[in-house]
């Protein structure tokens, strides 16, 4: 009941409010107190908030894999509730290069790039190494084995050669939707949402 009392009292302060992490039951309680409320599985993002709101600029969403989907679909959704233009590409993994080559354009095109791989997390350094934007690297907690529910894509994208790659914490898709958003928010002059 504290949970779904703040959303509703956030929502009519702020007339939008999101949450992340939500479960199915938690989103039914916040329906029942803010009918307004949506709600997203794949990204477990809870949000209400304002219709056809204004989308600046170009964030690319990429992952190497269909598993890295439900935390890029976290960073996705993060970013375009906090006002940017988001671009998904999904299944791009290094196990199968060509698919990021034909999609290059795009994510060259693009203001800023998060990548979300598990495994090794490789993906974020071959993209850094063909960009000269940002890139935000999401390991994620994909893996068998050595993986070690995301350490081993950590430590690989930490230690990555490539410039220009910032990242952040294992699963952490909301982190870096909000950074992509700031990167996003300078290079088209500052602008916010409207």
Known sequence: ????????????????VLGTRATPEQFEKIKAVCSQAEYDPVSRLVKAGKDGKEK???IAVCTAGTADIPV???????????????ERIYDVGVSGIHRLFSKLDVIQEANC????????GA?????????????IAVPTSVGYGANMHGLSALLTMINSCANGI???NIDNGYGAGYVATQINRLAEGGKKRG
């Open 1 to 16: 009941e504290h949970l779904t009392g703040i959303f509703r009292r956030l929502y009519e302060e702020n007339g939008e």
């Open 56 to 58: 600046i600029g170009k």
């Open 72 to 86: 890029a679909e976290e960073a996705a959704g993060t970013a375009e509730y906090f006002g940017s233009h988001v």
């Open 113 to 120: 790039i998060v990548v979300a791989a598990g495994m090794e």
């Open 123 to 135: 993906l974020a350094s071959v993209v850094g190494g063909l960009v000269d934007k940002p890139v």
């Open 166 to 168: 910032a990242v952040v």
